[in-house]
């Protein structure tokens, strides 16, 4: 026999390899359906805190739209006026911070306004084409019903 020349035995079919290769291709798709499961948690994680963040602003305004000084009502000129409402001479917040939307979700929030220009609501378009709304409606007086037998 040669040195390093080895024969191979009679017995030794390559059954390694084999348990070898077919653990790799089965730990490649249980890591392929963990990263889908993780993407999709993480998407509705965002989606969930961009209805947070729209709910917020919505909120916000109605405070501000319910808070107006004197008898006519009026929305926000800007989303900053929420922040320190200009129309009073002490602070007044309507909200502590802006908020943005997700960044893989919207890249800013479009302005639903009122023929007079001020903001009454957010929306965002969603990159599937999706459009979600946050409007603020302001509150209507409860009317009695008149029920006829």
Known sequence: MKAGFQHRRPNQAGYTYLLLLLTIALTSAGLAATAELHASVAHSRR????????SQ????????????PGSEREYPERLEHLLL??????????????YEPPALIASAWIFVTEPKGRIRGVSVVLPTGETRYWESVPQQPLRRAVLQE
């Open 85 to 98: 409402d200009p129309r009073v001479l002490y602070t007044r917040r309507h909200l502590r911070a802006l």
């Open 57 to 68: 602003l919505r909120d916000a305004i109605g405070r501000y739209y319910e808070a107006s």
């Open 47 to 54: 989606l969930a805190q961009l209805d947070w963040a729209g």
